[in-house]
């Protein structure tokens, strides 16, 4: 494995390389950890690399990695927003399977790009919408894919969070980066594609439902702003189903509160990031009950996706760790010959990533029409 | 007190009378239970009534009780929406304090002329927004009033019933009532206008804002339903503030799953109804509080609307008996000659109803015009 | 109904009206509501009572309602511990039935005089351990008579409070009251004997289990108090099963947190006093499982046993008021000539009270004895 | 890191791995994975090993690579309890740190003599009591010992699980491991000695408070073993603290169900290890708090153990590799030759793993004496 981005005090790219190492599987070789090549260098040795494969620009390693015969596998992008496309393609185009967080890209129309590249080459391409790691979420996917919920007729979904609520009466410090409010590097949301997005994905990772079309509102409460933090759609799904997804950065008190709850003619569930081991289904007329994770009686998606025994809590990171897991699954495949496995990978795609950039634009648009019902650009 | 409606069987009618027996201070003595004489009639030996105050008709009671001279202080209004209109006129027509089941009356414009009524008579009128009569409820607008939360910049209310559910694929029962899905008794709207005002009443209560517009989708999934069985609005409320308001009857396993969360500049704060004797406070920076009802730390209201102490959890009865404590203090002080104590009373009037009619008649606009932004007419 | 004690101020008296109030099937009609005569008339008139009927004495009302053709048909006792007996015995006497307050009587050998003459009597005595009184615990009793837990293994109690340790380090302002601290007055024990008889009288009304033998831990955390104010206790049921009961009134934050465990060898369930409405049952293999009040699956006591549908939460007044309606029903059987019903009455009984004073003995005599095995001497 | 025992589809040992692995810090280089040389080689071939340090005996191992240059610079132990003393033992003789699972030993004897060991040697010996890795855990330390409790007064620590109680009706299927039941393979207790220990350690952890005796009744529910499935102690810590801690492996549903409850005279805390990120305090007359994960207004100790921003949950893996953390920083700093820090390390150590042993033959011998109060052998 090789990355981009992610070097020393970078966040998400610790979280890449923490899930990454967590089942001894995969083993960081060479990166690009900086754009500026000493920073870069110093982040090699932090994590023990071979100087020789640590390198100045992600333009020289991919060409490089891919010259090895030893070369990376697969390559982990955890640049800024607006990186990603320029990044992802470069890896895509030296033949290097990619792991990239979301967002996918800058806009919509670079998405389709990268979707095209992807499929036409026919590597491996997975994007971090990480939630969809959990057991309890791969559980609920399961209800409904075999209709224990009977027909689903509502989904709620909502990920507020509080934190940058100090910038609104401007004693704060600047919660929401600065590359993050900048719609040049950011792209056209803030919230919306920061967080909204994952709401979204959990809703059609769950249920398999598209959004037809969404009437948006989106704030910038903290004053100066160009681009939202906070942000409210009521959805129009196919098929009838109604929705409200909702995202917010200055709901104060707040953590990482994303919650989704999805409703059926035969039940309903309901999960919350914040407690993941536990999945609530609601049966009508019957006792509330509490699936939990690492138990038996769970379905097999759930069940694969678990390291410890039931109430041995799990977290983010070994969600993550899932999600590199599949990816690297079918990495292997690719790379040993293997068939995929019939019922396909289990891991966010390059679909995903323009099912995600649509929705962002269908909100940003909505929002400056007054709200008015606007379809998603799936095509 | 008397009553109107409420007979054998009628479930609101009983919260009523519990809601008015609880404190020993208030005795039924007379009442219209009925329509049909006879069933009034029986209903009047459930409640070990004098016979004669028991009536036929509520014109006769009205009547019949103004002219004693130990008529009823005040009549209680427990009969089906479209008959509150007519049924308050009549008693505040003859000089009788009213406490009339929600909603008001069966449109805005009904509303308006007991408004007026109500207003050139002086008498006391309260509506049973029993929701209000929760102790941490009354903490959670003393703590807004106060400006413990800084400045409101969001509420979401949300109302989730699932009880109609079953109706949704024909197997059901009609769990909604006949009465409730016809317009010319229910009026307008069913679930907006059963429990989604509940949802709206609780916003203003606590914060004290008015919607300025709202963005409405009100759906009817059962098949051959009139009127909404669920409904979704954006809000925008006074001063900026933006929110989500939604009810639904639809939601599978949720039983009355009343939630309000109000975001402010320096703290957040939500309430669940299921669990009435919390109030959760969010601070920025600061752990999670929950405040619990019988404190000492709690404000005045908390406190004096409270029976037992802490951790002996009072419930829907206890608020319900809430409300009727304030509207009767407020007509014994009428009664007595009293005056009116400086901070007001505390329960929900006349202007809430016809706040609430303005909202249900919005929504109901906004619906028919593909959720357009409506304003409410409050004039 | 007639009361003794329960003069202004009182809460527990306070708690027995309401109680009595809340179904409007009860009436308060005659009172000695303190030793002082004067103070008695005083709340006499609080409660609208006829002036002849509040008396100066327990003996006096006791002589007078029973001489009386419209004299109350059961007095309600809510005096200090210490009085409980001498005025049971003469309501008893005097042919009245009785509902009285916890504990039973100041000892063991009190309680058992009065179970001989509620026995010789056959007059209707019932002991107000209102937490049987709760539906959600009728339910968890039904459950194990049916076996649905298969054969009980343990058995965990506890009900720790913290309202009085601020008198632990002498700044306290004397939470317990003088009295409850006073052996001649409160009997034996203090802590064990005001709220470790309510673990035990729910561990026992679920189950149905005796107590063979116990080893008791009792401390007086509060520096110059004679009785206990933290109690732990090891338990040996009949056939084999083991328990924990432990009460406390230094549990620092704990408010009234009564709950309770029994396991099972198919099943296991919880009730937490302070979520009163829900109760955990846990199926091996199996999701857990939260059976809600209010619900159509649950059992007739449950179901009989409440006033609102799910989710409108119900709490301690309502628990209370179920456990006057379960003796008040009896007492009019008894009235009117009707057979008690098949399945008998389900209050707490004098029988149960003297299970309770043997309890209190036993943890007495243990702790005194280095924790030594106890047996209950319920003879 | 060399590893003893663990092999393929051993849990503890895959769980010691995820641990070592997670921070990418610590790399697995030798093993004597099984006492069967050809599974050893195996399992080594499933972590990447050079088959040249994978070893058939522990021996073997601990000899070579104390010869080597390269050799290993601490050893995990992830056998069998019995083994615990003479694997240790004779990694330490051979001069390489260690890390072991607990127990520390077979008995007391043998516990006292690795403690000596590793005091004569200086070498660092951390014992994965792992429950004291969580951050809140930490934070719970630290309130203590900076006095926002107060003085302590009581601790409550309970370890049910219900996962062997199908082997109480001869229909399970042997859930705990025959070794586990074996007295030659666990030593003198199993319940309490393999989950007991734990609560033990966590309120010796939290409080820093000793034990100095307790009365203890162990129970085979199970047909057939000799050894405990449930154990209930009453406890007397020093100064007077009293406390209840037990264990369980047939309390029906239960799952990891952890959970301590500190009280002192100023505030209590409760911590639940199946909601690890939340820390519960309860201040006398103030709203309850949560302390949750992540936040800046933790202390030092519960920042530093903590990976992900608040609400993005961290579990199990995560409190593990925090001993890791802990105990391979003591490591290099011995290897490197800095000085300890002044505070010390926070790991649990060899005294821990004494303390532990003391704890769990007092219980048998109590047990064993009727429950009789029972010294532990600390000295």
Redesign the interface.
């Known amino acids: 494995m090789g990355m981009v981005g992610g070097g020393r005090g970078a966040?998400i790219g610790?979280?890449h390389?923490?899930a990454a190492?967590?089942?001894?599987k995969i083993e960081?070789v060479a990166g690009a950890f900086s754009s500026d090549p000493e920073k870069s260098k110093l982040s090699g040795e932090d994590?023990?690399l071979d100087p020789e494969r640590v390198y100045g620009s992600y333009e020289e390693m991919a060409q490089a990695e891919a010259a090895r015969e030893d070369g990376v596998d697969f390559v982990s992008i955890v640049v800024q927003n607006h990186l990603h496309f320029a990044v992802a393609k470069c890896f895509l185009e030296a033949g290097i399977h990619v792991i990239c967080d979301k967002p996918l890209a800058l806009d919509l129309g670079q998405a389709k790009v990268l979707q095209k590249l992807v499929h036409d080459s026919g590597l491996i391409f997975a994007l971090t919408h990480n939630y969809a790691g959990y057991p309890m979420v791969k559980e609920a996917r399961r209800m409904v894919a075999e209709g224990e919920?009977?027909?689903i007729?509502?989904i709620?979904a909502?990920y507020?969070q509080?934190y940058a609520?100090?910038d609104?009466?401007g004693e704060g410090s600047g919660a929401i980066s600065n590359w993050r409010a900048d719609p040049k590097i950011a792209g056209a949301s803030n919230c919306i594609g920061d967080i909204g997005t994952h709401a979204h994905h959990l809703a059609h990772y769950i249920t398999g439902l598209e959004i037809e079309e969404l009437?948006a509102?989106l704030?910038a409460?903290i004053p100066g702003r160009e681009l939202d933090d906070?942000g409210?759609c009521?959805i129009?799904f196919q098929d009838g189903v109604?929705?409200?997804i909702?995202a917010?950065q200055?709901?104060?008190?707040?953590?990482?509160?994303l919650n989704i709850?999805v409703?059926?003619?035969?039940?309903?569930l309901e999960w919350h990031?914040?407690?993941?081991?536990d999945l609530i289904?609601?049966?009508?007329?019957?006792?509330?009950?509490?699936?939990?994770r690492?138990?038996?009686?769970l379905g097999s998606a759930a069940q694969e996706n678990t390291?410890?025994?039931?109430?041995?809590?799990?977290?983010?990171?070994?969600a993550f760790a899932n999600i590199y897991l599949a990816a690297t699954a079918a990495i292997s495949d690719q790379i040993e010959g293997r068939p995929a496995p019939e019922a396909g990978y289990d891991f966010p795609s390059v679909d995903d990533g323009v099912r995600g950039m649509a929705f962002i634009k269908a909100c940003v648009d909505s929002s400056q029409n007054?709200?008015a019902?606007t379809k998603l650009e799936l095509g």
Chains 1, 2, 3, 4 share one sequence.
């Open positions: 966040f610790q979280v390389r923490m190492n967590l089942d001894g960081l994590f023990f919920l009977g027909r007729l509502k709620v909502e507020p509080g609520v100090g609104v009466e009437a509102e704030t409460f906070d409210n009521l129009r109604k929705g409200i909702y917010s200055i709901s104060n008190g707040d953590e990482n509160n709850r409703y059926g003619t035969k039940a309903s990031q914040e407690e993941p081991n289904v609601k049966f009508a007329n019957a006792p509330r009950q509490t699936y939990r690492g138990n038996d009686y390291r410890t025994p039931f109430a041995h809590p799990e977290g983010f990171i070994e007054n709200a019902w």
